[in-house]
């Protein structure tokens, strides 16, 4: 049975070495996008969330790497990853430990919501959460 994948949340990549203003400039001012004013403080871990229409989100993070939420160099929940939402955070662990795919999870972020970090064969990250759980859906950023 295949883990049930049901909307993409939000693509996250780094803004390193860049100052923030013009990221934010670059974003909001030439792409015409606005910034999620309600994003978390996250300790150590600058940036903005960009709403992109009413589907999901660009996670633009900064701060060193690894960053201080990271549990090792390699599991790292602000490197660069596409998030989607399944409809089953439990039945997809299962799903996970069944085929024998190596995961580690996090709460790091937000302790009421816990995330599944996977890599594909190629090694980039995929982060998987509870479908409609985050602020990347315009219907849950009034929250």
């Not at 049975?1 to 693509?11: N, Y």
């Not at 001012?29 to 996250?42: C, F, S, W, Y």
């Not at 980039?124 to 759980?133: C, K, P």
Request: hydrophobic share 40%; proline share 9%.
């Amino acid at each position: 049975m295949a883990i049930k994948v049901l909307e993409i949340h939000h693509h996250a990549i780094r803004i390193d070495g860049v100052p923030e203003q013009a990221i934010l400039d670059f974003y909001t001012n030439v792409l015409g996008m606005e910034a999620d004013k309600g994003r978390p403080t996250i300790p150590g871990i600058p940036g903005f969330w960009i709403n992109v229409g009413e589907v999901g989100q660009l996670h633009l993070i900064g701060g060193s790497v690894p960053s201080p939420i990271a549990g090792r160099p390699d599991q790292d929940p602000a490197a660069p990853h596409v998030a989607l939402g399944v409809e089953s955070v439990p039945e997809t662990k299962a799903e996970l430990e069944r085929l024998g795919i190596p995961y580690w999870t996090t709460r790091a972020a937000n302790p009421e919501l816990e995330q599944l970090f996977v890599n594909d064969p190629r090694g980039n990250m995929i982060e998987l959460h509870q479908a409609g759980s985050c602020r990347c859906t315009l219907a849950n950023r009034s929250r």
